[in-house]
């Protein structure tokens, strides 16, 4: 029952996701300034939505009616929701309205999707949902190959077309070829030519003007007119994911009794000379009868990806005209991050519960799992020590430079600069920090092997400060990345000594046989008050 519970909630879920996004683009289409935005991107501030009832009387009121909203007061939308859409080819409010009724249109289905798999005939079994490699193939292959396939659609058919001025929709998409040879060349093998003629740099997003006709290319860079990366290189990637996650959506055993069997290729883990012990044994059974195990490492995984999101969404903006949105930038930045680090901390706590109630010691003798419980001492005391020294030291030397100048005396600070990145950057083809190396060195073999086909483009944005690729560096950025760093580590300290404590402690090893929520055991036995994830 409650794999079943579990599996029907999974489809409320995606539910409210899609009427919640509905809701953002019916709100933009019925109060928000998406068409007049369209004309003018960077001057005319994109709104969210009205406000109902501002409060705080005529200034509030005042404040708030900004951006030529005829509506009244309006919030200004820092979310970069007008940009992707823009970016993928809507164009009216008109075309708002349809997406919200169609998202519309999901939610409803997945709500009766939950609804009829609570019904006794409709009801997977335990096995269903035992049957790993079969959840793997369908979710590579379908959930992101066929996803990614028809993403890279929507961007030929639709998205690359609108961005040269021509406008598709459903009456006239079967009329507007969006390569004028069409099919020819994918069934000739004559492929290359679909990179053949690519937008001009004087490209005026939008609009014919420095239009090419390439719908799959590898330029490099970014749009000189919008700093984002080119639609068709974008289109040419998604391909590609869709290509390699179809291929390996058929990696695994089911039917046919060929391909790999997960059982197999763990057991098989085991690292030569012995000295990691029995390696993956043990494992495929721990996680597949342990949903908290799974939830752990499906958060784990989601949230590394949500903090590189974090990362790519300004360092590589895909979206026309966002990188010039600094607000936006920074907005979405933190927002994701702040997103990363709730969900890696769901991580850790369902990998605590999964050690308290689903952990079988003698099922894991000697793999990873059970070697990691014990040298945990050393883990724990490792990440304490780096905690402690990257916050001294940077602490130390912020203070010390700080208190420096405010005594009128700048000349005693001391000098850093974060040479191991820029010397990383210099590598990728920064030029201003004089280092030339790799790519920034002409005469590399590197530099003239990509010379031919992405290189100009991406060294000219790395080099041009309009976009926020690859930002200068210098003492600040060092200091603040180190900062971070201590932030980062000692965070993962909490939550790695949560999870690995979770049974038991150096101070405490029985824990785990004095039940949850069990406070402390007084002060004649040290060290027995919340230790773990598991205390109250």
Not at 30 to 37: K, R
Not at 102 to 120: D, K, T, V
Not at 397 to 415: C, R, S, W
Request: charged share 10%; hydrophobic share 45%; aromatic share 14%.
């Amino acid at each position: 029952r409650l794999y079943q519970n579990i599996f029907a909630s999974h489809f409320g879920q995606l539910a409210i996701i899609f009427l919640w996004t509905s809701g953002n683009l019916f709100h933009v289409a019925w109060q928000g300034n998406f068409e007049s935005w369209i004309q003018d991107p960077l001057h005319v501030r994109p709104i969210a939505h009205a406000i109902w009832d501002p409060h705080f009387g005529q200034p509030a009121l005042e404040a708030f009616t900004r951006g030529g909203a005829a509506i009244g007061p309006v919030n200004i939308a820092y979310s970069g929701v007008y940009q992707w859409w823009y970016t993928i080819g809507l164009r009216t409010n008109g075309d708002l309205y349809t997406g919200a009724l169609f998202l519309l249109f999901i939610s409803a289905i997945f709500l009766i999707a939950g609804w009829l798999h609570l019904q006794p005939k409709w009801k997977p079994s335990v096995s269903w949902f035992k049957n790993a490699e079969s959840r793997l193939n369908h979710h590579l292959s379908g959930l992101f190959g066929v996803s990614s396939l028809a993403w890279t659609g929507h961007l030929v058919h639709v998205a690359i077309p609108g961005s040269r001025g021509e406008y598709v929709r459903w009456n006239n998409l079967l009329d507007v070829l969006p390569y004028p040879q069409g099919l020819g060349p994918l069934f000739m093998g004559q492929w290359n030519l679909y990179a053949q003629n690519p937008d001009s740099s004087s490209h005026l997003f939008g609009t014919s003007q420095g239009a090419g006709t390439a719908i799959l290319t590898l330029l490099g860079g970014f749009h000189p007119q919008t700093q984002s990366l080119w639609l068709t290189d974008i289109a040419h990637h998604h391909l590609a994911i869709a290509f390699l996650f179809l291929v390996a959506g058929h990696m695994y055993r089911t039917n046919f009794g060929i391909g790999h069997s997960i059982k197999d290729l763990l057991e098989a883990h085991i690292p030569p000379g012995g000295r990691l012990g029995r390696g993956h044994k043990g494992l495929y059974d721990t996680i597949n009868n342990s949903l908290h195990f799974q939830l752990g490492l499906a958060l784990a995984s989601l949230g590394v990806i949500t903090s590189l999101v974090a990362q790519h969404m300004y360092s590589l903006p895909a979206y026309a005209f966002i990188a010039q949105d600094f607000t936006t930038q920074a907005a979405l930045y933190t927002h994701h991050q702040y997103i990363a680090g709730f969900i890696m901390t769901g991580a850790f706590a369902h990998g605590a519960i999964f050690f308290i109630r689903d952990y079988n010691p003698e099922q894991n003798e000697d793999n990873v799992l059970a070697r990691m419980l014990d040298h945990k001492e050393a883990i724990i005391s490792h990440l304490s020590w780096a905690s402690l020294f990257l916050g001294f030291h940077t602490l130390g030397l912020y203070v010390h430079n700080d208190v420096m100048l405010a005594f009128g005396t700048p000349e005693k600070q001391i000098l850093i600069e974060p040479i191991f990145a820029q010397w990383i950057q210099s590598a990728h083809g920064k030029t201003s920090y004089g280092f030339d190396i790799l790519l920034s060195s002409t005469n590399s073999p590197a530099f003239n092997a990509g010379r031919s086909i992405w290189l100009p483009g991406w060294l000219n944005a790395i080099n041009e400060n309009s976009n926020s690729l690859f930002l200068t560096i210098g003492p600040g950025d060092f200091l603040v990345h180190h900062a971070i760093a201590l932030g980062l580590h000692t965070t993962t300290l909490i939550l790695v000594k949560g999870a690995l404590d979770a049974r038991g402690s150096k101070l405490m090893p029985d824990k785990k046989d004095f039940g949850y929520s069990f406070p402390c055991d007084g002060p004649g036995r040290g060290g027995t008050c919340d230790i773990s994830a598991w205390d109250a």
